[in-house]
């Protein structure tokens, strides 16, 4: 998740647990502790300048449910020695120190994007894909719980806030599941009539929204994928998108390391390309096709051979930038999620983009458009 709801997350969990004198405290300590497993961006920055390393190991060691409880009690230990408001109270700094460290690595777990919550086990990371990485809906209400505590820090009024605040993001975390779980079933009934059944597939919600989501399943040439509004009735259109599936598996069978890694990584969901002899991965679980987030060279044809090169990742050209162009994806969302379309949301997109540039053929307005 985002930084700021990190934030207002551990200070809501911290003045719902903290004694009424220590409430303002315990809601700055609590911010600042939910964001410690973010520590290892940092700290990976500086050991490596593998992409794919940096990528897989973000959110592992310091977002374990292993590790985090070690450094929750020296943190509790720490405080309790020198702190007088842990000697106070110390069974609730305790779990209150418990609580926010463990609640960031398990709020990551509900993105797309992939937590190791088992590190150093060999466990896939868990990715429950039930927010986007930004949810105003979800957040808010910690915000909201968080400016009730800090303003009335000693009345009861103030732990109630703070409660109430976890409650209804909570409660929008329900909505989530609920939804997930009927834009599966809806797509395990379309991908079966396509003879897609036991497809491996994802679904996950579209940006800052618990109501429009989108489903890819892997199938043999490639992948498809569709969007699915909780408003919209009838099947589900579901678009074809080719994939270089031969090339993907001769790498995987000379266990080139950085595709080994990438493919335990993304659960195997990704698009593989060849570029100028290059084999680029790209991770199909964040992005909106063809213009995914995460795109990583990985191996070099030698001989008719694939071999490993040195990871370099690719920016794609990302579809929208600065303001306007989260304007228009902010409006396509909304348009999208309460009126049935089969087009991709890409191009509800960048649909004023084009039709700008259709209007002045000399690019003037497309560019203006795109600032």
Same mark, same amino acid.
């Given at each position: 998740m985002d930084s700021i709801t990190h934030l207002v997350?551990?200070?809501?969990? /911290?003045?719902?647990?903290?004694?009424? /004198?220590?409430?303002?405290?315990?809601?700055?300590?609590?911010?600042?502790?939910?964001?410690?497993?973010?520590?290892?961006?940092?700290?990976?920055?500086?050991?490596?300048?593998?992409?794919?390393?940096?990528?897989?190991?973000?959110?592992?060691?310091?977002?374990?449910?292993?590790?985090?409880?070690?450094?929750?009690?020296?943190?509790?230990?720490?405080c309790r020695m020198h702190g007088k408001r842990v000697q106070a109270a110390p069974v609730r700094w305790f779990w209150l120190i418990q609580a926010c460290l463990l609640s960031h690595p398990l709020i990551d777990a509900c993105t797309v994007y992939g937590t190791w919550l088992l590190w150093p086990l060999e466990v896939q990371p868990a990715m429950w894909s039930l927010l986007f990485i930004i949810e105003p809906g979800f957040t808010l209400w910690l915000l909201l719980g968080c400016v009730i505590a800090w303003c009335i820090p000693k009345a009861p009024g103030g732990r109630r806030g703070a409660i109430a605040g976890l409650a209804l993001a909570a409660a929008v975390l329900g909505v989530a599941g609920l939804a997930k779980l009927k834009v599966e079933r809806e797509?395990?009934?379309?991908?079966?009539?396509? /003879?897609?059944?036991?497809?491996?597939?994802?679904?996950? #919600?579209? #940006?800052?929204?618990?109501?429009?989501?989108?489903?890819?399943?892997?199938?043999?040439?490639?992948?498809?994928?569709?969007?699915?509004?909780?408003?919209?009735?009838?099947?589900?259109?579901?678009? /074809?998108?080719?994939?270089?599936?031969?090339?993907?598996?001769?790498?995987?069978?000379?266990?080139?390391p950085a595709v080994r890694r990438l493919d335990w990584f993304n659960h195997g969901f990704m698009r593989a390309q060849v570029r100028d002899g290059?084999?680029?991965?790209?991770?199909?679980?964040?992005?909106?096709?063809?213009?995914?987030?995460?795109?990583?060279?990985?191996?070099?044809?030698?001989?008719?051979?694939?071999?490993?090169?040195?990871?370099?990742?690719?920016?794609?050209?990302? #579809?929208?930038?600065?303001?306007?162009?989260?304007?228009r994806l902010i409006g396509a969302v909304w348009r999208r999620t309460w009126h049935q379309s089969d087009a991709p949301l890409r191009d509800a997109i960048l649909a004023p983009q084009a039709q700008a540039a259709v209007a002045n053929p000399d690019g003037t307005a497309a560019s203006s458009a795109s600032k």
């Open positions: 997350l551990g200070g809501a969990i /911290g003045a719902a647990i903290a004694p009424a /004198g220590q409430r303002r405290a315990a809601l700055l300590a609590g911010a600042a502790l939910n964001t410690v497993p973010d520590l290892d961006v940092p700290l990976l920055l500086t050991l490596t300048d593998d992409p794919v390393t940096w990528m897989t190991w973000h959110r592992s060691f310091l977002h374990s449910v292993f590790v985090l409880p070690l450094i929750g009690w020296l943190v509790w230990w720490a797509a395990e009934r379309n991908l079966a009539a396509l /003879g897609l059944a036991h497809a491996p597939r994802f679904s996950t #919600p579209l #940006p800052f929204t618990v109501l429009l989501w989108r489903v890819v399943a892997m199938t043999p040439g490639g992948y498809v994928d569709a969007e699915r509004s909780l408003f919209d009735a009838g099947p589900m259109v579901f678009h /074809g998108h080719a994939s270089d599936t031969q090339a993907l598996a001769q790498a995987r069978a000379a266990a080139i290059q084999l680029v991965l790209s991770d199909l679980r964040m992005g909106l096709d063809p213009d995914y987030t995460f795109n990583f060279a990985v191996a070099q044809r030698r001989a008719g051979q694939w071999q490993a090169i040195a990871p370099q990742q690719i920016k794609a050209p990302l #579809p929208i930038s600065g303001a306007s162009g989260l304007g």
